[in-house]
């Protein structure tokens, strides 16, 4: 019973697509003007050598994490990898609210304590005591993960 997805996020294929695109796209952008004309400057040229680079690293980051998916199980979240995002009992919130500092389609997981820091662009970030899920999801499927997570919530604390 505890291997049992109760709910599972997956990558939009478009919002990938484009988020991927277009990051790819800046990446070879900076390069290209880098090196076809560059600045007068040596230091403004490294810069644009270094901001082409960390951006088509990024995209890669994110093209590896867009292949996994998010599954809500009796024992917390957990990626598709096996990758244990947030245990069931160190949950003790969420938000999603429309002001709230939440990746795109998604929402926060407050944890009881602090957790490695953990990112995978596109879909999750671990920093502290919280957790952002979303970016190029389903927004369909977080908001009915974000019920579910509610509901365990719910019947956690009891009447």
């Not at 996020?9 to 800046?26: H, Y």
């Not at 957990?78 to 709230?100: K, N, Q, Y």
């Not at 952002?132 to 993960?145: I, L, N, R, W």
């Amino acid at each position: 019973m505890a291997d049992k997805v109760l709910a599972e996020i997956t990558p939009s294929f478009g919002r990938r697509a484009f988020a991927l695109f277009s990051m790819i796209v800046l990446g070879a952008l900076c390069l290209y003007i880098a090196f076809a004309h560059p600045p007068r400057d040596l230091w403004a040229q490294a810069f644009l050598i270094g901001v082409g680079l960390v951006v088509l690293w990024g995209a890669e980051m994110m093209r590896r994490a867009t292949r996994l998916s998010l599954e809500l199980t009796e024992e917390g979240l957990r990626d598709s990898s096996g990758v244990m995002v947030a245990p069931m009992e160190r949950i003790v919130g969420l938000d999603r609210g429309m002001f709230a500092f939440k990746p795109s389609n998604g929402f926060i997981v407050r944890l009881d304590r602090p957790h490695a820091r953990c990112w995978r662009p596109g879909l999750y970030w671990r920093l502290g005591r919280s957790v952002g899920v979303g970016g190029v999801t389903v927004a369909s499927q977080a908001k009915m993960m974000a019920d579910l997570l509610t509901i365990k919530l719910a019947e956690r604390e009891g009447p």
